[in-house]
């Protein structure tokens, strides 16, 4: 999908939108966003806990985010987390476009009571994940907290970013996986703003990304 070209008000920039639908035989996954969005989300996954970091995302990164997905719950909740991760990426990698504009960088340290976490990320066209969470419990609800990680090695691919997550405190994994994605969305929101300096330009001294 290419981004639009309907303008945005008071802005030389366009629309940054996408809508990107993955189908295999486990899972249908349907992503629409709106990077310079009001924070509006509406997710459906069938994974409640997933459906709530999704949340995280649109709120605290003001991205107007609508997931549906279906998936072979009955299994486990693994290739749907997986395949929601996969196809956020690509949905962000089409708004982002060229990447032409853009802050580039983002990082932010969330506090959610006890815990705190640090993220710093790039869209520097190199997916690396370097992820440093130590999550007590082996689940929150009925979530499997190793699905954390995978989602955010899905997320990183198919953006293709580069992402590092630390965990500075935290004993509760409730606190310390929100407070994760609060501080991923928050470091997302910067990166993606647009520098007014850069007009048009892409932030690499290469000229690509």
Same mark, same amino acid.
């Given at each position: 999908? #290419?981004?639009?070209? +309907?303008?945005?008000?008071?802005?030389?920039?366009?629309?940054?939108?996408?809508?990107?639908? +993955?189908?295999?035989?486990?899972?249908?996954?349907?992503?629409? !966003?709106?990077?310079?969005? &009001?924070?509006?989300?509406?997710?459906? &996954?069938?994974?409640? /806990? =997933?459906?709530?970091?999704?949340?995280?995302?649109?709120?605290?990164?003001?991205?107007? =985010?609508?997931?549906?997905?279906?998936?072979?719950?009955?299994?486990?909740?693994?290739?749907?987390?997986?395949?929601?991760?996969?196809?956020?990426?690509?949905? !962000?990698? #089409?708004?982002?476009?060229?990447?032409?504009?853009?802050?580039?960088?983002?990082? /932010?340290?969330?506090? =959610?009571?006890?815990?705190?976490? #640090?993220?710093?990320?790039?869209?520097?066209?190199?997916?690396?994940?370097?992820?440093?969470?130590?999550?007590?419990?082996?689940?929150?609800?009925?979530?499997?907290?190793? =699905?954390? +990680?995978?989602? /955010?090695?899905?997320?990183v691919n198919h953006a293709q970013m580069t992402l590092h997550i630390r965990q500075l405190d935290g004993i509760n994994s409730h606190h310390i996986i929100e407070a994760t994605f609060k501080a991923f969305a928050r470091s997302l929101r910067m990166a993606?703003?647009?520098?007014? +300096?850069?007009?048009?330009?892409?932030?690499?001294?290469?000229?690509?990304?």
């Amino acid at each position: 999908m #290419q981004t639009s070209d +309907r303008p945005l008000a008071s802005s030389f920039q366009f629309a940054r939108t996408a809508s990107v639908t +993955r189908k295999t035989g486990e899972t249908d996954v349907q992503v629409s !966003l709106n990077l310079d969005g &009001t924070g509006h989300c509406v997710a459906k &996954t069938g994974v409640p /806990f =997933l459906d709530h970091m999704l949340h995280q995302i649109s709120s605290h990164g003001l991205i107007d =985010l609508d997931v549906q997905a279906t998936g072979d719950i009955e299994i486990d909740d693994h290739h749907t987390n997986e395949d929601v991760g996969i196809t956020l990426g690509m949905a !962000l990698a #089409q708004a982002l476009g060229d990447r032409k504009g853009i802050v580039r960088f983002g990082h /932010f340290v969330a506090p =959610l009571d006890e815990a705190l976490i #640090q993220v710093a990320l790039d869209f520097s066209g190199r997916p690396h994940l370097s992820y440093g969470l130590e999550i007590p419990t082996q689940r929150v609800g009925t979530y499997d907290t190793q =699905l954390v +990680r995978e989602f /955010f090695v899905a997320i990183v691919n198919h953006a293709q970013m580069t992402l590092h997550i630390r965990q500075l405190d935290g004993i509760n994994s409730h606190h310390i996986i929100e407070a994760t994605f609060k501080a991923f969305a928050r470091s997302l929101r910067m990166a993606t703003e647009i520098d007014p +300096r850069r007009a048009h330009t892409i932030p690499s001294s290469k000229g690509v990304l």
